[in-house]
């Protein structure tokens, strides 16, 4: 059978304003060409359409018409919770000009939520539940409907859950991800501006799920298992990027790649004992790491490790990221430089309990931190999450359920603690300009400059893109987030199972 497998292009930045986020950062689709990696492996003729790559067309109708090009059988869809309806929409012309095109959708929203969702989208023929290989695998090799565990899907009028099946023992089973598929890569994508040093850049997935429970984050596709591939796996999955593809920098996007600690101490040793000529970024935990890994992590070419740390807040802490101190979040700080590494700092905006106190005391603790970078996000809840029951009851705060904005840069969550979102908008850009304006941090980058030479080469490319970019935040410093309808069909108020069904 053959596949085609798409990433939509969903609301990255703002619906209705430029999409500015592929200027800084276009990545590979990983999740879709490891699928398709999989499916070829077994026989099965696959083909990648990235709608967010350098050359889709921006409209739904164009991008239909390349998808159809591939002359799919069936086309899976894999959609975040912000770039769902974009997925319904597509699938809205797929089935307009192909009726008989079995489309399936699969990825965390789809996982959380499950059968109500092919009840308000009949386009959608059937929902790929938790890991994708088991029921993509099965669709191709038209296995019955009903043999098919983790598949949601219709039986005439009644919509049918399957049995949920185990996950993947040994992800050392599954191929390297199928980037020779992907138009354009790797020179037309790039990671994050400022976080390389050398070109062309790649992401890299090993492991999946977290052994820890954070507040915010979707647990529905992993649930709460922990699989990891193994130091040789990942070495030759370097080393084939490096030698097919020209890759010398690769981002590790692990929810937390030091977990397993052994793993990476090896990982490490065998790139120093075999260097592969390039660099990569990971994520630690703070407080949970030591002095020797991070020398391993500096001697087998890391250049940033990022880690969260959410708030500085001790209430806040305590209630959505429990085990982390802000003493810890300073000592690892002074750890990570001390090995030669740069500290990158992730932190929410907007939680449940946040006030603009609570805030204005984590905005004084990045300053004083002596971040090399820092990503601040706004609070986005997602229906896999724990709090997303706490903040649909209206008790914590304002939330506009509009699955578009769910993406990190909308306000959507209105915390009790804040008069207005136009606050809160001019708290944030406020931060960020404190942050990026202050000497320490314009002092680093004066002094890596020359490291960040294919960055500013990027960005002279794109200059009339930069200024639009630097114009839209200028109007914004104020706080005025713009208010947008909702997608008329998108349903409001579905609740999230455990299983999907």
Request: hydrophobic share 40%; aromatic share 10%; net charge neutral.
């Amino acid at each position: 059978m053959r596949v085609t497998l798409v990433q939509p292009s969903g609301f990255n930045f703002i619906p209705g304003q430029p999409d500015f986020s592929v200027l800084a950062n276009r990545l590979a689709p990983v999740g879709i060409l490891s699928l398709a990696a999989w499916l070829e492996q077994h026989g099965h003729p696959t083909a990648i359409y990235d709608c967010l790559g350098p050359l889709a067309p921006s409209s739904l109708a164009g991008q239909a018409v390349q998808i159809l090009a591939t002359q799919p059988d069936l086309v899976g869809i894999s959609a975040t919770t912000s770039g769902f309806m974009d997925a319904v929409d597509l699938a809205t012309q797929l089935k307009a000009a192909r009726p008989e095109l079995r489309v399936v959708a699969g990825g965390a929203h789809a996982s959380s939520l499950g059968a109500q969702l092919l009840a308000s989208f009949p386009e959608l023929d059937a929902l790929c539940l938790g890991e994708g290989e088991g029921p993509l695998l099965d669709l191709a090799e038209g296995k019955a409907l009903a043999d098919i565990p983790n598949l949601v899907w219709r039986d005439g009028e009644r919509i049918v859950s399957n049995p949920r099946r185990p996950r993947l023992l040994n992800l050392d089973d599954l191929p390297f991800p199928a980037y020779e598929k992907l138009a354009g890569f790797p020179e037309r994508y790039h990671l994050p501006l400022f976080s390389y040093a050398k070109r062309f850049g790649a992401t890299m997935i090993t492991s999946r799920g977290c052994p820890y429970t954070c507040s915010f984050c979707d647990r529905t596709v992993f649930e709460h298992q922990y699989k990891f591939n193994s130091p040789a796996y990942i070495y030759a999955h370097m080393k084939h990027l490096r030698d097919r593809f020209g890759v010398h920098h690769i981002n590790v996007y692990d929810d937390l790649f030091t977990a397993n600690q052994g793993r990476v101490s090896e990982l490490c040793q065998r790139l120093i004992d075999e260097p592969l000529g390039l660099n990569f970024n990971c994520i630690i935990r703070a407080g949970h790491t030591s002095d020797e890994l991070l020398r391993l992590l500096k001697q087998a070419g890391c250049i940033v490790v990022s880690f969260g740390a959410e708030s500085a807040d001790p209430g806040l802490m305590a209630r959505h990221k429990a085990g982390i101190t802000l003493e810890a979040v300073r000592s690892t700080v002074e750890q990570v430089h001390a090995a030669g590494l740069r500290a990158k700092g992730l932190f929410i905006f907007g939680l449940p309990g946040e006030t603009p106190e609570t805030f204005q005391r984590t905005s004084d603790f990045i300053l004083s931190l002596d971040l090399d970078d820092m990503n601040l996000t706004k609070f986005s809840p997602l229906h896999g999450a724990p709090l997303w029951a706490e903040c649909v009851t209206g008790e914590e705060g304002d939330f506009n359920e509009d699955w578009r904005l769910l993406n990190c840069v909308n306000p959507v969550f209105l915390p009790k603690g804040f008069a207005s979102r136009e606050q809160m908008e001019a708290l944030y850009n406020a931060h960020i300009e404190r942050f990026y304006k202050s000497k320490a941090y314009q002092r680093r980058f004066g002094r890596r400059l020359w490291e960040h030479r294919w960055s500013l080469w990027h960005l002279v490319r794109h200059m009339p893109m930069v200024w639009a970019a630097q114009r839209y935040f200028t109007s914004k410093r104020s706080g005025d987030p713009k208010v947008y309808d909702r997608h008329p069909r998108q349903p409001v108020g579905l609740k999230p199972h455990p299983l999907g069904l």
